[in-house]
């Protein structure tokens, strides 16, 4: 199980925790009507005070606060937990950097067993909006209304819901390890699974279903979880060359291979990578 990091580098990007030195940024970027109005508690004016607020906020572990950093600069934050929000500084918005250190930021929440992603979005907030439904998050159905301390008056908001289940499925776990890769199994592999060498499994090994079975074996243990599931493995050339069911605190239940010269040139090497995978659970 893989702890939220610290620091997380997305390209150019840093995710790392506040510091004091960052309180001046932080109180620039939040005293920017383009940016407080969207912030339902940046109260305006917004100074160093109130940016120390944030400070104090940001060390407890659970509120996962991390700024953006790039060059030296800070260029936004982000909240993961109990309720995500977010704000990038108004000279670097439009280019998808949000977008992109989201995505590796929420997976990095959902590496460990965490409650859902809720993010409250003014109506006419447009931009988040479209972001956040890119990511995968679903739209609640009704409507709340959140008060604004930038205007000092409601505004209709919805709530947007991101489940470990649904980002485990958009995003599924890939794992890679010299030329072998671990990725969820897909209906799309029933044809290649039904080849599978029954032979090379042993007796205490999870059953392995008939060919015309393997539909509903695949999506029964569709990988929902980090590091658990239905995982299929392909070589450097992305030939697939077995498979194996990871379960619940059982480590590998059945280890797979399309033949026999695939089992001897690769079965070292794909537990060493099952085990890796398995730790992210």
């Known amino acids: 199980m893989a702890p939220f990091p610290d620091r997380l580098d997305v390209g150019?990007?840093?995710?790392?925790?506040?510091?004091?030195?960052?309180?001046?940024a932080i109180a620039r970027q939040l005293g920017t009507p383009e940016i407080a109005r969207w912030m339902?508690?940046?109260?305006?004016?917004?100074?160093?005070?109130?940016?120390?607020?944030i400070l104090a906020l940001s060390h407890e572990p659970t509120q996962r606060i991390r700024v953006l950093e790039r060059g030296g600069e800070i260029i936004g934050c982000l909240r993961l937990a109990p309720e995500m929000w977010f704000w990038l500084d108004v000279a670097v918005q439009g280019g998808g950097i949000m977008s992109?250190?989201?995505?590796?930021a929420i997976?990095?929440?959902?590496?460990?067993?965490s409650p859902p992603l809720?993010?409250?979005?003014?109506?006419?907030?447009?931009?988040?909006?479209?972001?956040?439904?890119?990511?995968?998050?679903?739209?609640?159905?009704a409507r709340r209304r959140m008060f604004f301390e930038a205007e000092g008056r409601s505004q209709p908001c919805h709530d947007y819901v991101m489940t470990p289940e649904q980002w485990q499925f958009l995003c599924p776990p890939v794992v890679c390890l010299g030329g072998l890769t671990a990725r969820p199994a897909l209906q799309k592999d029933a044809p290649r699974l039904a080849l599978m060498r029954v032979?090379?499994?042993?007796?205490?090994?999870?059953?392995?279903?008939?060919?015309?079975?393997?539909?509903?074996f695949i999506e029964t243990h569709r990988?929902?979880?980090?590091?658990r599931g239905l995982f299929v493995l392909e070589d450097a050339h992305r030939r697939v060359i077995g498979a194996a069911l990871i379960g619940e605190g059982e480590g590998i239940r059945s280890l797979r291979f399309m033949s026999d010269d695939d089992?001897?040139?690769?079965?070292?090497?794909?537990?060493?990578?099952?085990?890796?995978?398995?730790?992210q659970g």
């Open 199 to 216: 032979g090379l499994v042993d007796a205490a090994d999870a059953p392995w279903p008939e060919p015309e079975a393997l539909g509903a």
């Open 223 to 227: 990988s929902r979880a980090p590091g």
């Open 107 to 113: 997976s990095a929440h959902f590496a460990e067993p």
């Open 263 to 279: 089992a001897g040139q690769h079965r070292g090497e794909a537990e060493e990578l099952l085990g890796i995978l398995g730790q």
């Open 118 to 141: 809720i993010a409250c979005c003014r109506d006419d907030n447009v931009a988040s909006q479209g972001l956040l439904a890119g990511l995968g998050f679903s739209r609640a159905p």
């Open 40 to 53: 339902a508690a940046a109260r305006q004016p917004f100074g160093l005070a109130e940016a120390g607020e």
């Open 12 to 24: 150019d990007v840093s995710l790392r925790r506040m510091q004091a030195g960052d309180l001046p």
């Open 100 to 104: 992109t250190v989201l995505r590796a």
